[in-house]
């Protein structure tokens, strides 16, 4: 489980990265009125958030599929309601570029969702493999 999550950390850096690097060329090059401040906290949040969510979910699928499957739903809606406040406070604070920081955070929700979503079913999937292996 180790080497899943090492290997998930890194790919997730890997990602927030590029992410980083095509939204700093997007909005110093095309958008520059467009960037908003929040911009980094999103940069720090979903990678976070997404590595939190990833360890509980390897850690429930090594129990049972009941338990996976009610820590994915428990994780699926804590995380909605995380960025649901997150964007809230933002928008809220945030005196301009409302619809620049709504659109980038879809964004990264999408990415982010589907690249988890990629990631959990291979890592599980190698767990359940190596269980059957072992219990060969």
Do not use: C
């Not at 929040?38 to 940069?43: G, I, K, M, S, V």
């Not at 929700?109 to 988890?116: G, H, K, N, P």
């Amino acid at each position: 489980m180790k080497k899943q999550i090492r290997r998930f950390i890194i790919k997730t850096i890997i990602l927030t990265l590029g992410f980083s690097a095509a939204g700093g060329f997007v909005f110093y090059f095309w958008l520059k009125s467009a960037y908003f401040d929040a911009f980094p906290l999103l940069l720090i949040l979903f990678p976070f958030i997404s590595i939190l969510v990833h360890i509980q979910l390897l850690k429930a699928s090594q129990k049972s599929l009941a338990k996976f499957n009610v820590v994915f739903m428990l994780s699926f809606m804590l995380k909605l309601i995380i960025y649901a406040v997150f964007a809230g406070v933002v928008i809220s604070a945030e005196s301009g570029n409302k619809n620049a920081f709504v659109i980038t955070l879809l964004l990264m929700y999408l990415i982010y969702t589907v690249f988890e979503t990629k990631e959990i079913l291979r890592d599980t999937k190698k767990i359940s493999e190596d269980n059957q292996n072992e219990s060969k």
